[in-house]
């Protein structure tokens, strides 16, 4: 069975792995901290690609209004 001195075996593996299961499961309705982790890696990322396409376009929009100043008033 087991060659370690003094360890003590209880069980089936399949018995553990359910005791396991039920201590690592989180209750319904309550959040883990992985999964909040994942919610706020998610928003900064929306958050982050929404400011880099507002400053995409207001400075292309920037070099529109710099060009049509040119070619206006010359």
Do not use: H, Y
């Not at 209880?10 to 309705?29: D, I, K, V």
């Not at 890696?41 to 040119?70: E, H, M, Q, S």
């Amino acid at each position: 069975m087991n060659s370690c001195p003094g360890s003590v075996t209880t069980g089936s593996g399949f018995f553990n792995a359910m005791e396991e299961e039920q201590l690592t499961t989180p209750a319904p309705g309550k959040q883990t901290e992985e999964d909040k982790a994942l919610k706020r890696k998610k928003w900064l990322k929306r958050a982050g690609l929404a400011g880099f396409l507002f400053f995409l376009i207001k400075g292309l929009v920037w070099i529109a209004v710099a060009l049509f100043a040119w070619k206006g008033c010359s």
